[in-house]
């Protein structure tokens, strides 16, 4: 019996298996199409204080081995979603898997917020799956919750440490690809106080329809997710692994557990899937099944043992 | 209503006319819940492993299965062609907000193209549940695109036939006949209900003869999807309450409430 039990910085997870911000909803939208049992955490749509429209139309295009997006985090604000989502969620899905909430704001005051009435409302019963934060320093579709606070070194660690200051829940910081350097911002998180590290979002895109000599997408640029994105999600999540010890909910192009187990052998504590549930929405049970039987076949006691299990 | 993955056996398949095809699930857990104006989502065999899946309105839904009409269109569709009886398929449904189950005065069903095919299963149902006043209303560019003609008229329901070319029907627009109906309906004060499936052009004027009237329209969209289950706010539409989701909040929307962009 291989023990799937895994801790992303106080985080218990059953299994270590997430969804990916942005590709899951809020959580009980594939309810009847997929077996939550193997899921460890979901990840819920970005949320900020007021509600937002996000990005005009078209918002997406596929491509060979993904798809590029720019939603434009569409969502509701903190406030519908505490009253009506988490509460519908719960009711949905029995035994509801631990709630991971994505944020993201227009100031550092807004992520703050959102951060403290998350908490506040994680020790009642009704929002009582809520149980992580997700910061969001690295959409590539929105100026707010990109450039702005995930880019330079400074203004993320302000950041971190302020959204720290009003939270004692899990708090996860999900870090943009386009770097040179991620060591850089791996310490920023550290130094601000963060629980772990959540990586990659998607990296920043465009396709352009030559016969109209437009961008497809209204948004004229978007960020590329899916299959293409997998091995140099590795690569940083590697990187990352080198020089922290927080734990890293890695993310970027897993469809089979060999992709989560790269990962897992890169250094990731927890892997999520994203894109891949739109074509497969049992792609979390598959991905959690193969894990299980590698640690089988590979004589490991708990998955926990494949952290960084990469052999020099 | 359960949402389901099924892995379906395609029972039938075959062209029915210039690049139009039908295609037959067995689905025995999903085919019983379907509404008419719902969706199936449709992970296509032939395509990679990372290709989303496709949405297709359902022509019908009887004795454990789903029947769809489509068009080669793309990318997908053409793929689909490839797909053979017997073979097995990912096909996800119920999906998104149908027709109502109930007409108030005569049914007005406008099609253009593919887009009869919701209105094929509609018509069947509110036959099914009495509806005795149905009047179909097809339109196409030329004669080929005018499809299910003849299952509509062995239904008893009224078939009103518009071609761009003239080919077959009323030369101009699917709209041309229905204005006459609904001429004849006003002249009478008779009441009716407007659904409509098809290009956005003639959505938009089928919508537009509804808003403001006391009679009620039904507009069912046709965007590009991902997810097709609410998840990722890909196919927006604009409504009166913002960006809403074709997926979920639709494909059928109110007629007013839909923003025209």
Redesign the interface.
Known sequence: MVDTSVDLGGLDMATPIATASGTFGYGFEYSGSMDYSKLGAVTAKGIRLDSWPGNAMPRHCEVPGGLVNAIGLQGTGIEHFLDITVPHYMSQIGSAPPMIVNIWGGSIDEYSEVARRLTEASATKECSAIRAIECNVSCPNVKEGGHTFGQDPKVLNELVSAVREKTNLPLIVKLAPNVPDIGVYVRACEDGGADALSMINTIPAMVIDIEKRRPVLANRTGGLSGKGVHPAAVKIVYDAHRVTKLPILAMGGVYEAKDAIEFLLAGATAVAVGTASFTEPATAENVFDGIVSYCERHGFDSVSQITGALLA | M????ETAKVVEHREIGSGYRYIVFDTPKMAGDMIPGQFVHV?IPSL??????RPFSVFDAEEGRVHVLYKTVGRGTAALNSVRTGDSV?V?GPLGHGFPSQCNGVALLVGGGYGVAPLHFLAKRLKAAGHGSIEVFIGGRTKDDLLAVDRFRAMGVGVHLATNDGSEGVKGLVTDPLDDELARIRASDGKFELFACGPDPMLKAVAMRATGTSSRGWISMD??M??G??????C?QKTVR??SRCC?EGPVFRAEDLVWE
């Open positions: 359960i949402l389901r993955c992970k990679e492993a990372s290709a989303l899946r990912s996800m965007r590009h991902i997810c289950v609410g998840a990722c706010y890909a927006i913002g960006n979920v």
